[in-house]
C-alpha cells in the first residue's frame, strides 16, 4: 500500500526562481493538504486542494499556488523565491473535504528546499 | 489567539527509561487533539486523537492524556527505545480546515 510520495526530496533554487513540488497521495485518498515546515517550527498549513479546487489557504500570499489534478495528485508552486522560503515541505493526504471528525493526515517524507 | 505550547523543548534520556511530554492549548472551539512523532527528515506520523470527552488513550508504550478543562495534554512514553528518537508534535483542531501545530519536543534516547 504505497503512502503519500512526493518529489524531489531535496532541491537548490536561488532567489527570484520558480519552484515546482508534486505529490502522490495516499491509495483511497482524495483530498491534498501542503505546509511549510521551518527547522525547530511545526508545520504552516499552505493550502488544501479538494475535486482539482483550492477550498482552503493559510496565511501565505499568492506567490505560493497549487493544483490538484484529476488523479488527486497535487503540485506547490512557488514564484519569486525568497531566503525565508527555505523549509521542508510538506504533502499530507486524506480522505474527504477537511478534516472531518477524526480524519487523519497521511503525510510524505518531505521536499526540502533550499534558497541561496 | 489560538496557540499550542509545548514543553520541554528538548529532552535527552537514557534507553529504557519514561518520560512524559507536556502540551498546552489555548484554542477555541475545540474539536479534538492529536499527537504526531516524526522523525528527522520524514513526515509527521499520527500516534493518538483524543476527543473531548477522552482522558486517556494508549497506543503500545506511548499513553496520552487530556484535561479538558485545565487544556492540557500530556504524552508519557514507557520503557523508551533507540527508535523513539524523534519530534513530538502535539495539534489541536480546531475547526474543519484549521489545525494547531505546537512546535514540538524533540526526544533523543541514549544507549
Known amino acids: 500500500d504505497a503512502g503519500v510520495t512526493q518529489s524531489p526530496t531535496h532541491l537548490i533554487k536561488t532567489r527570484g526562481q520558480q519552484v515546482t513540488l508534486r505529490c502522490s497521495p495516499k491509495?483511497?485518498?482524495?483530498?491534498v493538504s501542503w505546509y511549510q515546515q521551518a527547522l525547530g517550527q511545526g508545520p504552516q498549513f499552505i493550502f488544501q486542494?479538494?475535486?482539482?479546487?483550492?477550498?482552503q489557504r493559510g496565511n501565505f500570499p499568492d506567490r505560493f499556488s497549487g493544483h490538484q489534478f484529476p488523479n488527486y495528485s497535487s503540485e506547490l508552486n512557488v514564484n519569486a523565491l525568497l531566503l525565508g522560503d527555505s523549509a521542508l515541505y510538506l504533502c499530507?493526504?486524506?480522505?474527504?473535504?477537511?478534516?472531518?471528525?477524526?480524519?487523519?493526515?497521511?503525510f510524505g517524507a518531505g521536499s526540502r528546499l533550499t534558497v541561496l | 489567539k489560538n496557540q499550542v505550547e509545548q514543553s520541554p523543548q528538548s529532552l535527552i534520556i537514557l534507553e529504557g527509561k519514561n518520560c512524559t511530554l507536556q502540551?498546552?492549548?489555548?484554542?477555541?472551539?475545540?474539536?479534538?487533539l492529536r499527537w504526531y512523532k516524526q522523525d528527522t527528515g520524514r513526515g509527521p506520523v499520527s500516534l493518538t486523537i483524543?476527543?473531548?470527552s477522552e482522558n486517556t488513550k494508549s497506543n503500545g508504550r506511548y499513553t496520552a492524556t487530556l484535561d479538558a478543562d485545565t487544556k492540557q495534554s500530556s504524552l508519557h512514553i514507557t520503557a523508551s527505545q533507540l527508535s523513539d528518537s524523534a519530534s513530538y508534535i502535539c495539534?489541536?483542531?480546531?475547526?474543519?480546515?484549521?489545525?494547531?501545530w505546537g512546535a514540538g519536543t524533540k526526544l533523543i534516547i541514549k544507549p
Open positions: 491509495s483511497g485518498h482524495d483530498t
Open positions: 486542494y479538494y475535486e482539482e479546487e483550492e477550498r
Open positions: 495539534v489541536v483542531k480546531v475547526s474543519n480546515y484549521q489545525l494547531i
Open positions: 499530507a493526504s486524506s480522505n474527504g473535504q477537511g478534516l472531518t471528525g477524526a480524519n487523519v493526515l497521511t
Open positions: 502540551c498546552n492549548y489555548t484554542v477555541s472551539p475545540f474539536s479534538n
Open positions: 483524543m476527543t473531548f
